[in-house]
């Protein structure tokens, strides 16, 4: 039991060794992505410096899940045979579903949410046929308050730390930058959620503002886990 304990330490370690360096390589490809979109005349030595890149999180992305699967392995066979480690097992795993860090499927609705297709010289206000951060998060929240146990906007994971902000013609989620048509699964009851669509709610103030809105319900969402790092520098346990 000991050695399979540490087995599971070691493999635990290597699992957040290898997000954290897959974080650095998003970091970087981003930044090498932002230079390349400035000088569009066409850097053939950066271009092939973010292909490498690209390379490298590739194979860290993969290395990770081989090592979670390990880590998975270990977990279920230390636990075998054991009430009181299974049940540990069990909250480790609900744990991992509430915070985002595990891939979820099940029943619920998907918003998606497109720039008006108006005449721009026909409307008042030309900005308000644009998806802004500020309608993503009203939406959002509008999800939250209607049960929804699990978000992602065009498959960045929504959890605690996440930050939704406008940069020009797209928004910012969790640091990736993702531009419209913004593409919202939520999981939960789906006659709950889709009570979004109510007369009063978000998304007929954004119709009425001639932004495209499509609501379906769904009984087989799948949203991906967070591929970041959840960190915490203020919040300690209570005494």
């Keep these: 039991m000991k050695n399979k304990n540490v087995i599971s330490i070691v493999l635990g370690m290597m699992c957040f060794a290898l997000t954290l360096g897959i974080c650095i390589q998003i970091k970087t490809v981003t930044g090498s992505n932002s230079i390349i ?25 993969k290395d990770l899940e081989k090592a979670e699967k390990e880590l998975e392995k270990e977990r279920q066979s230390s636990t075998q045979n054991n009430a009181e480690l299974e049940q540990k097992e069990e909250e480790i795993k609900k744990g991992n ?61 929504i959890v605690p730390t996440s930050s939704i902000s406008c940069g020009g013609n797209i928004i910012d989620i969790n640091g990736e930058k993702v531009g419209a048509p913004f ?49 915490y520098k203020y919040v300690q346990n209570s005494k």
């Design 37 to 61: 979109g400035e000088n569009k005349g066409g850097n053939d030595e950066l271009r092939a410096e973010v292909l490498r890149y690209k390379e490298r999180y590739d194979n860290k992305y």
């Design 97 to 157: 579903k509430m915070i985002g860090i595990t891939e979820v499927t099940g029943p619920g609705v998907i918003v998606t949410l497109s720039d008006g297709k108006k005449d721009p010289n026909t409307v008042l206000n030309a900005s308000d046929l644009i998806v802004h951060d500020a309608d993503v998060l009203s939406v959002i929240n509008e999800l939250k308050n209607a049960g929804a146990e699990a978000i992602s906007i065009n498959d960045q994971r």
């Design 183 to 231: 593409e919202i699964k939520a999981i939960g009851l789906p006659e709950q959620l889709a009570a979004l669509s109510r007369q009063g709610g978000y998304l007929e103030i954004l119709r009425e503002a001639s932004v495209g809105v499509e609501l379906k319900k769904s009984n087989n969402i799948t949203i991906p886990k967070y591929t970041g790092v959840i960190t």
